[in-house]
Antibody, heavy 127, light 107 residues
Framework: EVQLVESGGGLVQPGRSLRLSCAAS????????MHWVRQAPGKGLEWVSG????????GYADSVKGRFTISRDNAKNSLYLQMNSLRAEDTALYYC????????????????????WGQGTLVTVSS | DIQMTQSPSSLSASVGDRVTITCRAS??????LNWYQQKPGKAPKLLIY???SLQSGVPSRFSGSGSGTDFTLTISSLQPEDFATYYC?????????FGQGTRLEIK
């Protein structure tokens, strides 16, 4: 059974930093790209960032580019999101999501759809 | 970025009804369209990928169709557990973008 468990969220002041983690199990982690998707309270879904199986390809939404850094540790089956210079508009539930495509079978580093999601970790940016 | 627009934004229906939700892309996305279901307090769940492929474990009453810019999600006979918010999402180009959601409520 695929499991994705996020952690690291909390209340943080504007301008400060936070690091999110996602522990993955139930699948071969280093076969898949992974992503972060967020949802502001009462709002829709927004893709934040994605990373290929070997960290060779990375993408960011314009809204977080230059402030957030995605990374992974395949030995620990873990995904991370380092969030710096946080703003009030970054307040959201952050989901870790598994890419829908196995990198062994597709030439693209990501199929950009998300077949399994964690339960999310809440980040609140407020003074 | 590709804009995704869903209609309607909300919908009231009864158990047993046939329901259709529409999603329109701001440019052609071939068949790179996915549908998710989200229940209150829960993570989204993938229902349909590549416009019409049913994700493993998803009931066959869910179906998707369309290509280019216009897509539909159909629920053939609504069940009580289907009342939720539905999102479309394009995977044609980065950044992947979502529709604003369609809230399906009990009539």
């Amino acid at each position: 059974e695929v499991q994705l468990v996020e952690s690291g969220g909390g209340l943080v002041q504007p301008g400060r930093s936070l690091r999110l983690s996602c522990a993955a199990s139930g699948f071969t982690f280093d076969d898949y790209a992974m992503h972060w998707v967020r949802q502001a309270p009462g709002k829709g879904l927004e893709w934040v960032s994605g990373i290929s199986w070997n960290s060779g390809s990375i993408g960011y939404a314009d809204s977080v580019k230059g402030r957030f850094t995605i990374s992974r540790d395949n030995a620990k089956n873990s995904l991370y999101l380092q969030m710096n210079s946080l703003r009030a508009e970054d307040t959201a539930l952050y989901y870790c999501a598994k890419d829908g495509g196995n990198s062994a079978y597709y030439p693209l580093w990501s199929l950009y759809y998300f077949d399994y999601w964690g339960q999310g970790t809440l980040v609140t940016v407020s003074s | 970025d590709i804009q995704m627009t869903q209609s309607p934004s909300s919908l009231s229906a009864s158990v047993g009804d046939r329901v259709t939700i529409t999603c329109r892309a701001s440019q052609s996305i071939s068949s790179y369209l996915n549908w998710y279901q989200q229940k209150p307090g829960k993570a989204p769940k993938l229902l349909i990928y590549a416009a019409s492929s049913l994700q493993s474990g998803v009931p066959s009453r869910f179906s998707g169709s369309g290509s280019g810019t216009d897509f539909t999600l159909t629920i053939s006979s609504l069940q009580p557990e289907d009342f939720a918010t539905y999102y479309c999402q394009q995977s044609y180009s980065t950044p992947p973008t979502f529709g604003q959601g369609t809230r399906l409520e009990i009539k």
